[in-house]
């Protein structure tokens, strides 16, 4: 199985600050297309997690482009260029090139 | 607006059997792979089960496989999940997920305990 590992697993922020979330493979997550299998998902607090970035680095339909993601192959990082108040919860990531697909630990953002 | 809505979830014993429901509109159900991915409580996210548009292809957990059926029935806009021989480490919100990726329903409680 392939192991997504992320750090920090917290993070706290001040609001307007940018933020960084690091998650790594343990393969490659580049497929045969060009496209590298990695997502991005939110979970706030007593809801399911929502989808923020897919492919690496295409920002979901309504995601605020302080969204962004980045990176190829096993290295990936989400950064959030000034963070609101509305961006706390657990960040986590995914990958689907390859059964079963496995999530990153998660990384909780809370607001300082 | 896509929606997905859970149901079949609550409290069996050990060894006992369940099946979940996920109910689909707003999109066209049947164009798409749906998922199940499940998550304990206060824990991570675990993947479950994959299958394909028309029911042709499904994949699970290894530590599923045996014990759980995922099934959809395209007429009704309609996935499912037959549970059985469940275990406490079965306990989880279990939610249904278009494509494995893009949208989530709000989930279903399952609880294995005697």
């Known amino acids: 199985d392939i192991v997504m590992t992320q750090t920090p697993l917290s993070l706290s922020v001040t609001p307007g600050q940018p933020a960084s979330i690091s998650c790594k493979s343990s393969?490659?997550?580049?497929?045969?297309?060009?496209?590298?299998?990695l997502y991005w998902y939110l979970q706030k607090p007593g809801q399911p997690p929502h989808l923020l970035i897919y492919e690496a680095s295409n920002r979901f339909s309504g995601v605020p482009d302080r969204f962004s993601g980045s990176g190829s192959g096993t290295d990936f990082t989400l950064k959030i260029s000034r963070v609101e108040a509305e961006d706390v919860g657990v960040y986590f990531c995914m990958q689907s090139i390859q059964l079963p697909w496995t999530f990153g630990q998660g990384t909780k953002v809370e607001i300082k | 607006e896509v929606q997905l809505v859970e149901s079949g979830g609550g409290l069996v014993q050990p060894g006992g059997s369940l099946r979940l429901s996920c109910v689909a509109s707003g999109f066209d159900f049947s164009s798409f792979w749906m998922s199940w991915i499940r998550q304990a409580p206060g824990k991570g996210l675990e993947w479950v089960a994959n299958?394909?548009?028309?029911?042709?292809?499904?994949y699970y957990v290894d530590s599923v496989k045996g014990r759980f059926i995922i099934s959809r029935d395209n007429a009704k806009n309609s996935l499912y999940l037959q549970m059985g021989s469940l275990r406490g480490e079965d306990t989880a919100v279990y939610y249904c997920?278009?494509?494995?990726?893009?949208?989530w329903g709000q989930g279903t409680q399952v609880t294995v305990s005697s």
């Open positions: 393969q490659s997550l580049l497929y045969s297309d060009g496209k590298s299998y």
């Open positions: 299958i394909k548009e028309d029911g042709s292809e499904k």
């Open positions: 997920v278009r494509g494995g990726t893009d949208h």
